[in-house]
């Protein structure tokens, strides 16, 4: 069964920074592309970031380019988002998921990232 | 502001037919494939449909996608009240040829 499980997510304030994981289990990890896509309260989904198969290629959407940096170990079938200079409006629900076929065909829970004073 | 626009809401009554729109442009929804995705309340988003009209197991056949032009369309006929829920969907094309999510249509059952 595939599987995939947020964590990292908290609260923080404007200007610092947060590191979010997605373990994997369940699949051939390095054989995919893997993506965050989050959801600001009340909002619809926003696409963030994702990373090819081997980790050597990376796109961003650009509000978080400069900023935000996507990074997967294989070895430890992990996925992270590493968020600097985090604003208020990074506030959301942060999930991970399968690129298959021009499409995320499974999903993670979602992890929660308040950006407050 | 997403480059993929869908209505705010559709209803319909249950055993009925939804249509659900999702307009976009050459640079993306015209070049790329499309896929649907649906979110009930409280949950995860799950996919249900890829390459424009492609069901992953267990997405029953009430759900149907296509793709014309610059436009996609979600069709869910027999609608059931656990057919509530918002729907989104997405295509290949944003900026630096990214990813990108429509704004969404919540699907009421009357």
């Known amino acids: 069964e595939v599987q995939l499980l947020e964590s990292g997510g908290g609260l923080v304030q404007p200007g610092g920074s947060l590191r979010l994981s997605c373990a994997v289990s369940g699949f051939t990890f390095s054989s995919y592309w893997m993506n965050w896509v989050r959801q600001a309260p009340g909002k619809g989904l926003e696409w963030v970031a994702n990373?090819?198969?081997?980790?050597?290629?990376?796109k961003y959407v650009g509000s978080v380019r400069g900023r935000f940096t996507v990074s997967r170990d294989n070895a430890k079938n992990s996925l992270y988002l590493q968020m600097n200079s985090l604003r208020d409006d990074d506030t959301a629900v942060y999930y991970c998921?399968?690129?298959?076929?021009?499409?995320?065909?499974?999903w993670g829970q979602g992890t929660l990232v308040t950006v407050s004073s | 502001q997403s480059v993929l626009t869908q209505p705010p809401s559709v209803s319909a009554a249950p055993g009925q037919k939804v249509t659900i729109s999702c307009s976009g442009s050459s640079s993306n929804i015209g070049k790329f494939y499309v896929s649907w995705y649906q979110q009930l309340p409280g949950a995860a988003p799950k996919l249900l449909i890829y390459e424009d009209n492609k069901r992953p197991s267990g997405i029953p056949d009430r759900f149907s996608g296509s793709r014309s032009g610059t436009s996609a369309t979600l069709d869910i006929t027999g609608l059931q009240t656990g057919d509530e829920a918002d729907y989104y969907c997405a295509a290949e094309g944003g900026s630096f040829s990214t990813f990108v999510f429509a704004t969404g249509t919540k699907v009421t059952v009357l």
């Open positions: 990373i090819n198969p081997d980790g050597r290629e990376e």
């Open positions: 998921g399968r690129g298959v076929s021009w499409s995320l065909d499974s």
